[in-house]
């Protein structure tokens, strides 16, 4: 069993940055692959990023290569995702999963509660 907990969330103007945390309790932390999701109002939940176990690989959304970074400490459980360039579409609610895939919801085993992410223009 892993349990998630998201912080770093907020409200920011277009152009800024934010680096959202999601700590991880429970076991094997390394063994895990780590993703962030988002879900915008009235969309559908949607891959954001996603990180191998070592860290070695790293996977995103089009629309945010190159503006958002995923990285990982094992040592504290922890994974991030810093979001820079922000924009007014990336408004959501962040969700960091646990699990064994890259991109498919089905693939992750375990979900934080969320946290919000407001971008104003």
């Known amino acids: 069993q892993v349990q998630l907990v998201e912080s770093g969330g907020g409200l920011v103007q277009a152009g800024g940055s934010l680096r959202l945390s999601c700590a991880a309790s429970?076991?094997?932390?390394?063994?895990?692959?780590m993703g962030w999701f988002r879900q915008a109002p009235g969309k559908e939940r949607e891959f954001v990023a996603a990180?191998?176990?070592?860290?070695?690989?790293?996977y995103y959304l089009d629309s945010v290569k190159g503006r958002f970074t995923i990285s990982r400490d094992n040592a504290k459980n922890t994974v991030y995702l810093q979001m820079n360039s922000l924009e007014p579409e990336d408004t959501a609610v962040y969700y960091c999963?646990?699990?064994?895939?890259?991109?498919?919801?089905?693939?992750?085993?375990?979900w934080g509660q969320g946290t919000q992410v407001t971008v104003s223009s």
């Open positions: 999963a646990a699990g064994y895939g890259v991109k498919r919801e089905y693939e992750y085993d375990y």
């Open positions: 429970g076991r094997s932390f390394s063994s895990y692959f």
């Open positions: 990180i191998n176990w070592g860290g070695g690989s790293t």
